[in-house]
C-alpha cells in the first residue's frame, strides 16, 4: 500500500478521500493549503500528491510547479483535483506538470485506476515483497 498526501481546503471532500483511500489501505497525509502541501511533500516523500487546484495561500498549480521544479519532488506523481470539469482546467493542470486529472464530484474508481497506473510506473517507490 502507498503512502498518500491529499492537499485540500474543503474538509467535507477531505474526509471523504480520507475514508475511500484508508479503506483501500493507503496511508493518507493531509494539508489544507498549497503551501503546506509543498512542505509536507518535501518532509514526507509520499507515493502519489491529490492536489486540490483551488487551494489557499498558494493554488494547486503553483504548489505543483514548486513540485516538478525539485529535485527532490519532481518525481512524485501529482493527480490534479478540481471542481470544475472544464478542458481549460485540465490543459491548465497537466501544464502545471500535474501527472493526471480528476475532476469534482470525484469518480472513486476512475480516481483508483489513475493512482495504480500512476504508482506502477513510479517502480523506485513500489516495492513489492515475495510471500
Ligand atoms: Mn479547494
Redesign the pocket.
Known sequence: MSTVLLV???AL?ERLVLRRLCRAGHTVNVARDGLAGVTMARESNPDIVLM?????VID?LEATRRLKADAATRHIPIIA???HAMTAHRDEALLAGCDGYQSKPIDFTALREQMDRLLATNQNREITCAS
Open positions: 485540500e481546503d474543503n471532500i486540490d487546484l483551488g487551494l489557499p494547486g483535483l478540481t471542481a
